[in-house]
């Protein structure tokens, strides 16, 4: 690139330290690498991090918003609402089971759904409504709230736990969010269920690997509620290898026929590590993120905010809209950034672009707000590998292409 000397800027790698491999070596030399006292440690050092009772740690958020529906009692007949501007794990989950998905178009300029059209959506089918945490911000979950307690009375209990509740259930995706603060609460106490992803590319990863947790004042039985996940996780089976692993401890039950997605001591040994170094890993963001909100917010760049006087978000992503254009010259500008050694992405293609969706009957022209945010969104590297010769770089680059392309 003219003026600058190029640079390889990978868009959101992993940050592995020496101490997270060391972990994982002593995890693989104590014998035991699969679920055990490590990932029992990290499910106790994640709640204490959010301020809840109970975390349980799965493969991946997708598992962890899966098994939440099924724990639900959630299935055929019923509805699950979410957004349309989502990544299609939110959505799928539905989908595996058995209940109809319901979409609804994100606010004109926004990225969270339009809460005026959520009432609409809401029938007496529905139990559960799944916010979009995206790229690190906490939904407006006063206003969810609101709408779910004026629809109190469509709502049809199909079970002990729904009865408990007495309403829909919301359950936050927050695959992108953890750390996140709204009010003086952390991410996880705002939801009624709230699931974490620790995929490589999430702030504090674990390699692949979620999380879930629930809201300390709902009246749930915590430990019967860990207990189904756990049955849920491993095959239905009443004892996990850590407990079989005693003296004489062999006998178990299988009394469900479930799934296959617990988390291993390999995964929860990174996590361990990343979990302690995660406030400094925040506070990186964060200082990336100030340098480049003052960089394009004068020039008129639309910017995701993500910090105010009541609430922080975990600087997951740096999402751009670009004003005037659309999706040509936004590829444009990606390919354009791409020769420059810096890797972009868009996030999130609407659900309903998708063949996937459009063979559920799915049609992005009923979803005109969220296709407006799509065209014209890029998302900038933000990572805590970055030096701030990277990001200054990244800033000069940026610039240089939109003169060019536009």
């Known amino acids: 690139m003219i003026g600058t000397k190029a640079r390889s800027i990978p868009f959101s790698p992993p940050d592995i330290t020496a101490l997270e491999?060391?972990?994982?070596?002593?995890?693989?030399?104590?014998?035991?690498?699969?679920?055990?006292?490590?990932?029992?440690?990290?499910e106790r050092k994640i709640a204490d991090y959010v301020g809840v009772n109970k975390a349980v740690?799965?493969?991946?958020?997708?598992?962890?918003?899966?098994?939440?529906?099924?724990?639900?009692?959630?299935?055929?007949?019923?509805?699950?609402?979410t957004s349309a501007y989502t990544y299609t794990?939110?959505?799928?989950?539905?989908?595996?089971?058995?209940?109809?998905?319901?979409?609804?178009?994100?606010?004109?300029?926004?990225?969270?759904?339009?809460?005026?059209?959520?009432?609409?959506?809401?029938t007496e089918r529905t139990k559960v409504i799944i916010p979009v945490d995206l790229g690190g911000k906490i939904c407006n979950y006063d206003t969810i709230y609101e709408i779910v307690e004026g629809k109190n009375e469509l709502f049809k209990a199909n079970n002990e736990?729904?009865?408990?509740?007495?309403?829909?259930?919301?359950?936050?995706?927050?695959?992108?969010?953890?750390g996140a603060e709204i009010n003086g609460l952390k991410c996880g106490q705002v939801a009624d269920f709230t699931c974490f992803s620790f995929h490589a590319v999430k702030n504090l990863t674990t390699a692949e690997g979620g999380a879930v947790v629930?809201?300390?004042?709902?009246?749930?039985?915590?430990?019967?509620?860990?207990?189904?996940?756990?049955?849920?996780?491993?095959?239905?089976?009443?004892?996990?290898?850590?407990?079989?692993?005693?003296?004489?401890?062999?006998?178990?039950?299988?009394?469900?026929?479930?799934y296959k997605c617990n988390m291993t001591d390999i995964m929860a040994g990174i996590g361990l590590i990343q979990i302690n170094r995660y406030e400094n890993l925040l506070k990186r963001r964060k200082e990336i993120i100030e340098i480049y909100d003052n960089a394009f917010l004068p020039l008129g760049i639309q910017t995701l905010k993500h910090y105010g006087d009541d609430f922080a978000s975990s600087g997951h992503l740096y999402l751009t809209r670009i004003p005037g254009?659309?999706?040509?010259?936004?590829?444009?500008?990606?390919?354009?950034?791409?020769?420059?050694?810096?890797?972009?992405?868009?996030?999130?293609?609407?659900?309903?672009?998708?063949?996937?969706y459009k063979n559920l009957g799915f049609d992005i022209k009923n979803f005109p707000n969220a296709f407006d945010v799509y065209k014209n969104e890029l998302t900038l590297p933000l990572h805590t590998l970055l030096s701030d010769e990277d990001v200054e770089y990244v800033c000069t680059s940026f610039k240089m292409v939109m003169k060019k392309v536009l």
């Open 214 to 258: 629930w809201g300390s004042g709902l009246g749930l039985d915590d430990e019967w509620l860990y207990n189904q996940f756990m049955l849920y996780s491993l095959h239905g089976q009443s004892k996990d290898a850590l407990a079989k692993s005693q003296k004489g401890a062999w006998e178990y039950d299988i009394v469900y026929p479930a």
């Open 21 to 42: 491999i060391e972990e994982v070596i002593k995890a693989m030399e104590s014998g035991w690498i699969t679920t055990g006292p490590r990932t029992k440690e990290f």
């Open 89 to 122: 794990a939110t959505a799928s989950v539905i989908e595996h089971v058995g209940a109809k998905i319901v979409l609804v178009d994100t606010a004109p300029d926004s990225f969270e759904m339009d809460y005026t059209k959520l009432p609409d959506a809401i």
């Open 325 to 356: 254009i659309g999706e040509p010259e936004r590829n444009e500008i990606i390919i354009k950034m791409a020769e420059a050694g810096i890797a972009c992405n868009v996030h999130y293609k609407p659900l309903p672009m998708f063949t996937a």
């Open 161 to 178: 736990i729904q009865k408990l509740f007495n309403r829909i259930i919301v359950m936050a995706d927050a695959a992108h969010a953890f």
């Open 57 to 81: 740690c799965l493969n991946s958020a997708t598992a962890a918003m899966e098994l939440t529906l099924r724990i639900l009692g959630v299935g055929p007949g019923d509805e699950v609402i």
